[in-house]
């Protein structure tokens, strides 16, 4: 059984920073794409960012651009989103997901697309 269990998330000031964790389990992820989404409440699920498992190639929204990092770690199983500059309107409840990839296909930014989530972990940016 897929398990992804998302931690890391807080209060933090305008432009502090965080590290959200996820770590997955049940499987090997090896051919998946792991990604982030956040959400907030009467809005949609938004793309943050996804990394290749296999490979390790990233893609960002453009609005977390040169501020937040995706990375894993293949020992642990894990896969982190370290997040800096945070901004009030990063203020959302984050989720991890996961999708197996085509070899060579790009990240997707579509939320219906993925197959495993998390619970999601609460991030908050007071201003």
């Known amino acids: 059984q897929v398990q992804l269990v998302e931690s890391g998330g807080g209060l933090v000031q305008d432009g502090g920073s965080l590290r959200l964790s996820c770590e997955a389990s049940?499987?090997?992820?090896?051919?998946?794409?792991m990604g982030w989404f956040r959400q907030i409440p009467g809005k949609e699920r938004e793309f943050v960012s996804g990394?290749?498992?296999?490979?390790?190639?990233?893609y960002y929204a453009d609005s977390v651009k040169g501020r937040f990092t995706i990375s894993r770690d293949s020992a642990k199983n894990t896969v982190y989103l370290q997040m800096n500059s945070l901004k009030p309107e990063d203020t959302a409840v984050y989720f991890c997901?996961?999708?197996?990839?085509?070899?060579?296909?790009?990240?997707?930014?579509?939320?219906?697309?993925?197959?495993?989530w998390g619970q999601g972990t609460q991030v908050t940016v007071s201003s």
């Open positions: 049940g499987r090997s992820f090896s051919g998946y794409v």
């Open positions: 997901a996961a999708y197996r990839a085509l070899t060579y296909s790009t990240i997707t930014r579509d939320s219906g697309s993925y197959d495993y």
């Open positions: 990394i290749r498992w296999s490979g390790g190639h990233t």
